[in-house]
């Protein structure tokens, strides 16, 4: 059975950084594909990073240079660095996996499983 579990959520001040985890199980994903949405409330859930098994990755225009998508394959977890944080990255950030591969993609609908979500919230 494939999990995803979220973790590393917290509110915090604008301009501070957080490091958020997703320990994944019932499958590796080193071939496949993994994401980082978020989603606030009224709003549509919105693609953050992608990192796919060939090493690409690709991240949203409203995060470059401020997150890093990086997975330790040997612990089977994958993490968003997030640094120089702003309130309107206050979302809830959910962690998502396709076993299939594809190359690295904000297209929610492309990933089969999705973790519960950890919040984020920054305040000014």
């Known amino acids: 059975q494939v999990q995803l579990v979220e973790s590393g959520g917290v509110s915090l001040q604008a301009g501070g950084s957080l490091r958020l985890s997703c320990a994944a199980s019932?499958?590796?994903?080193?071939?496949?594909?993994m994401g980082w949405f978020r989603q606030t409330p009224g709003k549509e859930r919105e693609g953050v990073a992608s990192?796919?098994?060939?090493?690409?990755?690709l991240y949203a225009d409203s995060v470059k240079g401020r997150f890093t998508i990086s997975k330790d394959n040997a612990k089977n977890i994958l993490y968003l660095q997030m640094t120089n944080l702003t309130p309107e990255d206050t979302a809830l950030y959910y962690c998502a996996a396709s076993s299939v591969w594809f190359r690295a993609t904000l297209e929610s609908r492309l990933y089969k499983y999705w973790g519960q979500g950890t919040q984020v919230t920054v305040s000014s």
């Open positions: 990192l796919d098994g060939g090493g690409t990755i």
């Open positions: 019932g499958s590796t994903f080193n071939e496949g594909c």
